[in-house]
């Protein structure tokens, strides 16, 4: 199981109660998930994106979406782009250590 959280879940914005608790709550659950299912042989995780350029944006434009958001991430300067996250999923798939945790996906990015 891959759950999609978000940073907000770590550290929430102003305004942003509701979503904040409910990415918070994604990240609690992989644990506990995590452990329920593991007599049975599944594994829980949890990913956790900052800022990445989807179809949310595409009212805003791409170039005044990264200009707005790409300052924000440290290294690279940009926001993120979907082929990394789902590079990042392709990983905690095969990777059968991985389990019961939740994995920033943010290039260090905080709200």
Known sequence: IIN???IAGFEGQPG????????????AMA?????DLA??????MAIAPGTFLTFA???MGT???????????LNPKRMG???EYAM????????????GTTIRVDGGQRF
């Open 39 to 44: 007599p049975m042989g599944i594994r829980s």
């Open 31 to 35: 644990l506990n998930l995590a452990r």
């Open 57 to 59: 944006y595409d009212r």
């Open 88 to 99: 990042l999923a392709q990983q905690v798939v095969e990777n059968d250590f991985l389990n």
């Open 16 to 27: 942003q109660v509701p979503y904040g608790a409910a990415k918070g709550g994604i990240i």
């Open 4 to 6: 999609t959280a978000s």
């Open 63 to 73: 170039e005044k979406a990264q200009e707005t958001f790409g300052p924000l991430v």
């Open 81 to 83: 782009d979907p082929d």
